[in-house]
């Protein structure tokens, strides 16, 4: 498996708190991304990287930013998480074409 | 935009059935496909890629795909599943940098 480490990898949190999960690559890829899983909606995107400070949002981005100051990190913050922000949230890295996903972080705000 | 459609959401087969999951894309432009498959409680895994050539692509575990251009189609199939291929499976399209899923089908497999 690709070197994609996720944390953490459970996260209960309150409604309005700021949050913060950290995808790390060991892979040298230069795409980086971020989803979201819900039942019946498959996998959205929420933000992706091309490259150090170089983002882009996805189709589903309000209520979240995205930063990557090293090639090999890139964070995903919920500014203040909402209660329709609990999802499994995965890391995906690519080079070009096929993506390695991370193991995921189950994230729940009550 | 970019657009990828699973018809199937629940498919119930059993052992030694044929399988035939449909998908279907929407693009402008050159696509790439791929069919990833998620087991329970685990992250997706690539089962196959199309990029070009051959519209038969093979993949692990005795999956295999046809593109077909003028159907916007990239069937995934097997001919005899197992109780083991019980799982999501989603078809994904590649183009701009991003990659769109579709909302996925999930597979059970009865012994």
């Known amino acids: 498996d690709a070197g994609i480490t996720q944390s953490p990898r459970h996260k209960v949190t309150e409604t309005g708190t700021p949050v913060t999960l950290r995808c790390h690559q060991t892979e040298n890829h230069r795409y980086m991304y971020w989803y979201r899983q819900d039942p019946g909606h498959g996998l959205r995107l929420i933000h992706y990287s091309y490259g150090v400070k170089d983002t882009d949002k996805g189709e589903v981005s309000d209520g979240y930013s995205v930063s990557r100051s090293k090639t090999e990190d890139f964070l995903l913050t919920l500014e203040s998480a909402t209660s329709s922000q609990t999802s499994v949230y995965f890391c995906?890295?690519?080079?070009?074409?096929?993506?390695?996903f991370g193991d995921g972080t189950r994230l729940s705000i009550l | 935009a970019q657009s990828v459609s699973q018809h199937n959401h629940h498919v119930i087969l059993s052992e030694a059935a044929s399988l035939e999951l449909g998908c279907n894309y929407s693009?402008?432009?050159?696509?790439?496909l791929f069919w990833y498959v998620q087991y329970p409680g685990q992250h997706l895994q690539l089962l196959l890629k199309y990029f070009s050539g051959d519209p038969l692509v093979k993949g692990i575990k005795g999956f295999e795909a046809e593109f077909i251009k003028s159907k916007f189609s990239f069937n995934l199939r097997k001919p005899s599943v197992q109780w083991s291929d019980t799982a999501e499976y989603f078809c994904?399209?590649?183009?701009?940098?991003?990659?769109?899923f579709g909302t996925g089908t999930k597979l059970q497999v009865i012994p």
């Open positions: 994904a399209a590649w183009g701009y940098q991003k990659v769109t």
């Open positions: 693009y402008g432009g050159t696509v790439n």
């Open positions: 995906a890295i690519s080079e070009s074409g096929p993506q390695h």
